[in-house]
């Protein structure tokens, strides 16, 4: 729900907000809940469309591969039938079907890159896949942005919400483990929830994958513009080298996906508590008061970030390439040999 209105939630800091009855109408749409499937932690320093990207991907891949699906079979049907204009024709790629003509248009491609998007932004308002919409915990909502009162006792129980969210997701960015309020929830949900789960997911691989993804389709589309053009070879030849961008741009994330689990070590190893930044002296004074409460000192809690935790991240950072959003890059090349599929079965080969 916090993706809907285009991830309006995510795009402005409560306490960059002018008017006080929009902070305290943020409130209004939290809902009393016994428990958060997923305690959402981030730094508002980070651009917050990149984090609705991100979500809207981990949340979303599901419907965007079914919706997409609807959208291509579709294509295929209403192809099939000459229901949609196919103004163009390619050559059988074997010398014996060389006198058939292929009626051709990207149907499918077209209408699979449409399903795949309305599947994407459609998320937050669709019916969730295998189960349920998962609660969050968002501070922005969770805890009162105008009631002094009540955001004091939201900051206090901290520990709770912490206590009865499953997992806690790490929208890291550059500047995350430079905001005091950001280490310390890493640290304190440990503390409050031995047996959760942390989940460490850099924000810009959603951003990669987006792009590879738009470049693949690109580049499916030239290779469908070189069929209709029925180019020579220099043509294909060109087409082909310009196909290997999105390896490329695939092989750039993985290395910048790298690069971010040894910052995000590295941090952690010089982690300075003294130089994590926070916004308000309120904050700042409660997070200390809660680190000596529960690690005993200041130091303590230095070298717990430094020592234990630190190496609990090496073995829950993401590095790797995630899965669907591979499917959904590969899946752009197969949606495409479809048409071809679809435009010899209509020139009569058998």
């Known amino acids: 729900a916090s993706l809907r209105a285009l991830g309006e939630l995510w795009r402005r800091s409560p306490v960059d907000l002018p008017e006080e009855a929009a902070r305290r109408g943020l409130y209004d749409l939290a809902a009393p809940v016994k428990g958060f499937d997923v305690f959402l932690s981030h730094t508002w ?4 469309r990149y984090k609705v990207l991100s979500l809207l991907f981990q949340a979303g891949w599901k419907q965007a591969f079914f919706v997409q699906s609807l959208f291509v079979v579709a294509g295929i049907i209403l192809s099939l039938v000459r229901w949609l204009p196919l103004p163009f024709t390619i050559p059988p790629e074997f010398a014996e079907y060389s006198h058939l003509i292929c009626p051709f248009f990207p149907w499918c491609l077209v209408l699979g890159f449409v399903g795949s998007f309305i599947g994407l932004v459609l998320t937050p308002y669709l019916p969730a ?3 349920q919409h998962p609660v969050c ?12 009162e009540l955001m004091e006792r939201g900051i206090y129980g901290l520990g709770g919400f912490l206590r009865v969210s499953k997992e806690l997701r790490v ?3 550059a500047p995350y483990l430079s905001r005091l309020w950001c280490v ?6 440990r503390m409050a929830n031995p ?3 942390i989940v460490v997911s850099p924000i810009f691989v959603e951003v990669g994958a987006l792009v590879t993804i738009l470049f693949t389709y690109f580049v499916a589309a030239l290779f469908s513009l070189v069929f209709v053009l029925n180019w020579q070879e220099v043509g294909q030849v060109m087409t082909y080298v310009v196909a290997l ?3 490329l741009l695939f092989l750039h994330l993985m290395r910048r996906n790298l690069m971010s689990k040894h910052r995000l070590l590295s941090e952690l190893r010089l982690f300075d508590l003294e130089k994590a930044y926070c916004r308000t002296d309120f904050d700042r004074e409660f997070i200390h008061r809660a680190i000596i409460e529960w690690y005993g000192s200041k130091e303590a809690f230095t070298q717990y970030v430094r020592g234990p935790l630190r190496e609990e991240l090496m073995r829950c950072n993401r590095s790797a390439f995630p899965l669907p959003y591979l499917l959904m890059v590969s899946a752009v090349p197969f949606i495409a040999s479809l048409d071809s599929l679809v435009s010899v079965s209509l020139g009569g080969m058998k």
């Open 45 to 48: 320093m980070s651009p917050g």
């Open 245 to 247: 961008v999105p390896l």
């Open 129 to 131: 896949l295998c189960g």
């Open 171 to 173: 929208l890291w960015s």
């Open 195 to 197: 047996s959760g789960r």
């Open 184 to 189: 310390f929830e890493l640290a304190a949900y």
């Open 137 to 148: 915990f968002l501070d922005v909502v969770s805890i009162h942005q105008a009631d002094q």
